[in-house]
């Protein structure tokens, strides 16, 4: 009959305008300021940088700025300037620091090749997303201070990624405790022969790492080859 | 008319005017009396078609799972109590508000090459006369500002004169699409004007009379005690006022026949180069005309005033046509809510081709309804729906009749 | 309506103006108004409209001059290049990993299918082998993109229509739900920048396999209302059929593909007939239509979500363990042997391929996209000449362009 | 008397700018306006019936035709400016026009008016209906069949130059 199918349209409207004050299917608006949704666990906003203890925020940082994130970021938005002096990092190996480690969020595409590439877990993806500034240029750029973010913080967004990262990370601390031990064991024994020439303590130049895999799944652990050390 | 005719709240509102107007002379009298008319009916439908805005959205809103606007609260309402849980948002009723303000204080912008007469006459013009369309229709028992012997042509030959106010916007404002919606809007809304008044000449015939206070007293009595006379239960009246609201859609430029301001092709159409107070006051003759035409609809069709069921007389009349008007203003809504729009040829082609035979192929139903008035009233329906119904299909395989459900074959 | 009964490839005569539009002497403005009407002898005044780029109907910034007599368009010119963004050549100054993350603002509604698309290709390019768990993946992702696509374009159809705002409110309803998925998965909605060359960059968990079967199960009934609402529809009856009818030897002169290319009755869908990927081990049919008009081009999409439904149903069964990564594939310092790889794949618009030249530096020499809206839209003016400018919007929206890809 | 004064007023003042404007579509919309002046005229008389037909007929749909007309037939902006061709045809234009208006102001003066004495009879709309449909029938259903004439002649004419267009 002419118009049966402009009634059975009215009929669905007309099912969704009731059905919107019963039932949740049909009314999916979250009324955003004051009812807030549970953001899944993966979601990504910009980078920061992970320090190890929240105390001293610049002492801890975990990157040692190697600068492959420099390089292999899409959009060209971090800038690094390796520091002069050298620091004793969690394994208590003397390694460099980024004296100026900047993102321009402005150019950032929140596309976390940075964390893929990096080495040493040293930058994650924040979920904060309501940074919105009123200046232009230098609020969007973040520097060292601004990017580095405690551990405990990245534990608290990223519950289950950040239990990797720590469990991979102490695995690696341990075995270098281990090779170092062993080292002063054997150094030890051959104590009585010559002392060898301290060999100059090679910077840590990460080689061509292994790639870390995917943080959930079981990563290979970067071989960050650790050179032998004369116990101090 | 029982003993309800005199109840306290059926005749508040005619005391309440007398009282007002009775201690001046003659001639000032008449004029104070219609001055009251006039405020009363701008305050009424003025708030109307604020909270209609407000209604609508919502109501879009609802059907599309979202909760339409629910920011905007009243001013000083969140610091009393028992309305302190709304926090001051009380669900949105602030919106008219916020949308007046909005209006008032937002630029208004003429551009250089329009034609600055007729950009400014045209909402004028549009307002004024969707505005007089509200003097003939009888809100309650004896409450119509004014009472006219023809007030249904009256009521018509207003409305007619909002066609021109459109011209003048479109063709004013110098902006190619407004031009075309110009033209739309002209073509459309004369098309639709003949099917609007063919449809409510079998009700005059019936009524034998053009006033619509007569045309409302016709249908005042109940057949065996619960059937109302309304015309719209006729098989006539059933398929008239179907062609009216179809026209009466066409008329105020509502939802699948919303061409001139298309939005997806003419951006706002004729509107597009209005801004500020004078976009608000097309935006305001729009519901005016739509709450005018369903007024009207109300008065012809469904019995103006009066009660369905004999026992529910005590509730005074004007509430009785206030019901019936929100419902068929709902029933608006509804309709903008899910149709598409027609395109230009198949509007035309619907008016002419299918409501002008519809209406004419009425007008000869209603004789045969009146004709036959010997025969029991079963008899007769059955007879005039069967003379209604069979050209409605006849004609309508015509405005289908290139389009079959298709089957669609899969590769392999 | 005199829609043009024969698409010849060479330009289209409109039947019903008898004029040529290039025979008119030059627009003449009259001084003082901006409508330029044209003084043609014996045609009347023709008005030159230009739809966009700003235009609420486009789809995106992409402008239409269209000459009218009246109504009907006479002459229809597309005007594109307003979203350029030079990707093709950013794209040779990058090494491929960082190409990846800008493959998902190509079409940026199907960025899944955009990532696998360039993934087939350098894969093909480096030779390098693909995990079996990895596939299934790219092939759900791949049907739920295409679930996503189609149902967006059906409720953009409807708001071009006029339909205000229902059909699209209830499309995009579900089309959340499909992009908390990815967002789930790979931490963005529409920005998923998640395939890699070798593979996948996260392993979906149960928890969210779970969630796919649930919102397959639960997408049939939203198709049956949403059809309910829209394909007995007299208007729609009234407003798609026997709009931009394409035949299929301009279909296929022009290079169209995807479902705009199967409603004129062409059987060629990528899947079936390279068989990439897992396509070849599961049944799923290829709906033809026979008339080519808008009609056809809404049910075909209609129709191929409900295929894609069956298909993801089947896949879901059986989706193996095992890594989803390659374990030899590099990450960085991807330093294919010279060479050069076209890869395709049938993407919701239609076939998106990548074409690279390797010159076993990391950035690759050239960097091509073959984008399927940009092909489609070639046939505009064709579909469009006979029609009314209201014809005009909805046969644009019926070829369902995006932007970012026609423009790259 | 005034306000027979102001209508009258009214209506000559918009019809002579009508004639001598020079935009077309602003001509058309005075003419609008004289025509509601003459339905004021009506409804000052009391015949509302007349008054309403008016109303909806001409400012109804006659003025959009005219509209139609004016917009349609319009070949271009600049055939406006008429100038007078010679000097002779506009001296035997003023003639002709003189010796119209000569005729009509000597009918009206020259008809006996005087001064009427008893009210407009108040004739109801039922009166008017059974006088049109029972003495006048025959008059009616001639207009009848000439306006449906007309449209059918409209309707030809306007297909006829559909078919050579294609």
């Given at each position: 009959m002419l118009g049966s199918g402009l009634l059975q349209g009215l009929a669905v409207t007309a099912k969704n305008l009731v059905g919107s004050f019963h039932d949740p299917a049909r009314y999916t608006t979250v009324e955003y300021p004051e009812v807030k949704e549970q953001l899944p666990e993966s979601f990504r906003n910009f980078p920061f940088l992970v320090t190890d203890?929240?105390?001293?925020p610049m002492g801890a940082l975990?990157?040692?700025?190697?600068q492959i994130c420099e390089k292999e970021c899409p959009p060209q938005c971090i800038y690094i300037e390796k520091s002069k002096d050298k620091k004793p990092d969690a394994t208590g190996k003397p390694q460099l620091y980024p004296a100026v480690f900047a993102i321009d969020t402005s150019v950032?595409?929140?596309?976390q090749i940075c964390v893929e590439v990096c080495p040493f877990d040293a930058i994650k993806m924040d979920q904060?997303?309501?940074?919105?500034?009123?200046?232009?240029f230098s609020a969007l750029l973040l520097n060292r201070e601004q990017l580095a973010k405690p551990n405990t913080y990245f534990h608290q967004i990223r519950p289950t990624e950040a239990a990797e990262v720590d469990g991979r990370l102490t695995a690696e601390r341990k075995a270098a405790e281990e090779k170092a031990k062993a080292a002063a064991a054997a150094k030890a024994a051959a104590a009585?022969?010559?002392?060898?020439?301290?060999?100059?303590?090679?910077?840590?130049?990460?080689?061509?790492?292994?790639p870390t895999a995917p943080?959930?799944?079981?990563a290979a652990t970067?071989?960050?080859?650790t050179p032998e050390k004369p116990a101090p | 008319m029982s003993a309800t005719n005199d109840a306290f709240l059926e005749t508040f509102p005619v005391t309440l005017r007398d009282a007002a107007t009775n201690w001046l002379p003659a001639p000032w009298n008449w004029l104070a009396q219609g001055l009251i008319a006039v405020v009363a009916v701008l305050a009424i439908f003025g708030s109307l078609f604020a909270i209609l805005t407000l209604v609508e959205r919502k109501a879009l809103g609802r059907v599309q799972n979202r909760p339409g606007p629910n920011r905007t609260g009243l001013p000083y309402?969140?610091?009393?109590p028992w309305l302190?849980?709304?926090?001051?948002?009380?669900?949105?009723?602030?919106q008219p508000m916020a949308d007046g303000i909005k209006m008032l204080t937002k630029e208004d912008i003429v551009p250089r090459e329009a034609d600055q007469v007729l950009h400014f006459i045209a909402p004028v013009a549009m307002l004024a006369m969707s505005l007089m369309?509200?003097?003939?229709?009888?809100?309650?028992?004896?409450?119509?500002?004014v009472e006219l012997d023809a007030s249904v042509l009256y009521f018509f030959a207003a409305g007619a004169a909002t066609e021109l106010a459109v011209f003048m916007a479109g063709w004013g404002s110098r902006n190619k699409f407004a031009l075309l919606a110009a033209m739309r809007a002209l073509a459309q809304l004369i098309s639709y004007e003949l099917p609007l008044i063919l449809s409510f000449v079998p009700v005059v015939m019936i009524a034998g009379s053009l006033s619509t206070v007569g045309i409302v007293a016709a249908q005042s009595s109940w057949h065996w005690g619960f059937?109302?006379?309304?015309?719209?239960?006729?098989p006539w009246g059933f398929a008239g006022f179907l062609i009216f609201m179809v026209s009466a859609l066409a008329e105020s430029n509502?939802?699948?026949?919303?061409?001139?301001?298309?939005?997806?092709?003419?951006?706002?159409?004729?509107?597009?180069?209005y801004s500020g107070f004078k976009y608000a006051l097309f935006f305001m003759a729009e519901y005016l005309g739509m709450t005018a035409l369903s007024g009207m609809a109300v008065t012809l069709?469904?019995?103006?005033?009066?009660?369905?069921?004999?026992?529910?007389?005590?509730?005074?009349s004007y509430v009785w046509f206030a019901v019936k008007l929100l419902t068929l203003l709902m029933g608006f809504i509804w309709i903008r809510a899910t149709l598409p729009r027609l395109r230009m040829d198949q509007l035309m082609h619907l008016s002419w081709k299918f409501l002008v035979p519809l209406c004419l192929v009425n007008l000869a139903n209603t004789t045969v309804w009146h004709l036959t008035a010997s025969l029991p009233l079963a008899v007769r329906w059955l007879l005039c729906a069967v003379i209604i119904v069979a050209p409605f299909t006849l004609i309508g395989r015509s405005l289908t009749k290139g389009v079959a459900p298709r089957t669609y074959r899969y590769a392999e | 309506m005199s829609a043009p009964s024969e698409n010849s490839?060479?330009?289209?005569?409109?039947?019903?103006?008898?004029?040529?539009?290039?025979?008119?002497?030059?627009l003449t403005s009259a001084p003082g108004?901006?409508?330029?009407?044209?003084?043609?002898p014996f045609h009347g005044d023709l008005l030159e409209v230009s739809m966009g780029?700003?235009?609420?109907?486009?789809?995106?910034v992409f402008r239409m001059m269209v000459t009218l007599d009246g109504e009907v368009v006479v002459k229809l010119k597309p005007v594109f290049g307003?979203?350029?963004?030079n990707h093709e050549k950013l794209g040779e100054n990058t090494t491929y990993l960082a190409s990846m993350p800008y493959?998902?603002?190509?079409?940026y509604l199907c960025s899944m299918t955009n990532n696998w698309a360039y993934a087939l290709a350098v894969e093909k390019l480096a030779g390098q082998p693909v995990p079996e768990r990895a596939e299934y993946i790219r092939l759900i992702l791949a049907e739920l993109t295409r679930l996503l696509n189609h149902v967006c374009l059906a409720g953009f159809l409807l708001q071009d229509c006029g339909a205000s705002g229902t059909p699209l409110m209830y499309a995009f309803r579900e089309r959340e739900k499909i992009l908390d998925l990815f967002e789930s998965l790979?931490?963005?909605?529409?920005?998923?920048?998640?395939?890699?060359?070798?593979?996948?960059r996260i392993d979906p968990s149960a928890e969210w396999l779970d969630r796919v079967r649930a919102l397959v199960a639960g997408f049939p009934r939203f198709l049956d209302e949403f059809e309910r609402l829209i394909t007995g529809n007299e208007i729609m009856m009234a407003r798609?059929?026997?709009?931009?009818c394409l035949s299929p030897k301009l279909a296929i002169s022009a290079g169209i593909t995807g479902p705009m290319l199967r409603a004129a009755g062409?059987?060629?869908d990528l899947r079936k007939v390279?068989?990439?990927?897992?396509?070849?081990r599961y049944k799923f049919r290829v709906p033809l239509g026979a008339h080519g008009d808008t009609y056809d081009r809404y049910m075909i999409r209609v129709l191929e979500m409900r295929e894609s439904l069956g298909l993801l149903e089947q896949v879901m069964k059986d989706i193996p363990g095992g890594?989803?990564?390659?374990?030899?594939?590099?990450?960085?310092?991807l330093r294919p042997k010279a060479g050069e790889a076209y890869g395709r794949i049938e993407g919701p618009k239609g076939e998106i391929g990548f074409f690279l030249i390797s010159?076993?530096?990391?950035?690759?020499?050239r960097y091509r996209v073959r984008p399927p809206s940009f092909v489609n839209l070639t046939v505009l003016e064709d579909l469009c000449l006979g029609h009314t400018i209201a014809d005009a919007v909805i046969i644009l929206g019926s070829i369902d362009i995006v932007l970012g890809e026609v423009d790259r | 008397m005034i306000a027979f004064a102001v209508i009258a007023l009214l209506i000559l003042a918009s019809a002579s700018l009508a004639m001598c404007l020079r935009n077309l579509v602003h001509s058309v919309l005075l003419l609008v306006a004289n025509w509601a002046g003459i339905a004021v005229f009506y409804l000052w008389a009391g015949a509302e019936f007349v008054a309403f037909a008016q109303l909806l007929v001409y400012v109804g749909a006659v003025s959009m035709l005219s509209l139609f007309a004016v917009l349609l037939?319009?070949?271009?902006?600049?055939?406006?400016?008429?100038?007078?061709?010679s000097v002779s045809r506009a001296t035997w234009a003023l003639l002709t026009a003189g010796a119209v208006a000569g005729v009509l102001i000597g009918t009206i003066l020259g008809?006996?008016?005087?001064?009427?004495?008893?009210?407009a009879p108040a004739v109801s709309m039922r009166q008017l209906g059974e006088e049109l449909a029972g003495t006048h029938v025959a008059g009616l259903l001639v207009v009848g069949i000439i306006l449906t004439v007309a449209l059918l002649g409209g309707v030809v004419i306007a297909s006829k130059d559909k078919e050579d267009k294609s």
């Open positions: 203890n929240a105390t001293d975990r990157c040692v700025a190697c950032c595409m929140s596309c904060e997303f309501e940074i919105a500034t009123t200046d232009r009585a022969a010559p002392k060898p020439a301290a060999s100059a303590v090679p910077t840590a130049t990460p080689a061509a790492t292994a943080k959930p799944a079981a970067p071989a960050v080859p | 309402t969140a610091r009393l302190k849980f709304t926090e001051g948002k009380i669900f949105g009723l602030g369309t509200f003097a003939v229709i009888p809100f309650g028992r004896n409450l119509v500002p059937i109302p006379h309304w015309y719209v239960l006729t509502r939802s699948p026949f919303d061409l001139p301001e298309a939005e997806s092709e003419l951006i706002a159409g004729h509107l597009t180069e069709f469904l019995g103006g005033w009066n009660a369905p069921l004999p026992f529910l007389q005590f509730i005074p | 490839p060479s330009a289209v005569r409109p039947p019903s103006s008898g004029a040529d539009p290039s025979a008119f002497p030059g108004s901006n409508i330029r009407a044209v003084n043609d780029p700003h235009h609420p109907s486009t789809h995106g307003y979203l350029h963004r493959t998902d603002r190509l079409d790979s931490g963005s909605r529409m920005m998923c920048n998640y395939q890699r060359f070798g593979g996948c798609t059929p026997g709009v931009g062409v059987d060629y390279d068989g990439y990927g897992i396509y070849p890594p989803i990564m390659d374990p030899k594939a590099k990450l960085r310092g010159d076993g530096s990391p950035n690759p020499y | 037939t319009r070949r271009s902006f600049h055939d406006l400016d008429i100038i007078p061709e008809s006996p008016f005087g001064n009427v004495t008893e009210a």
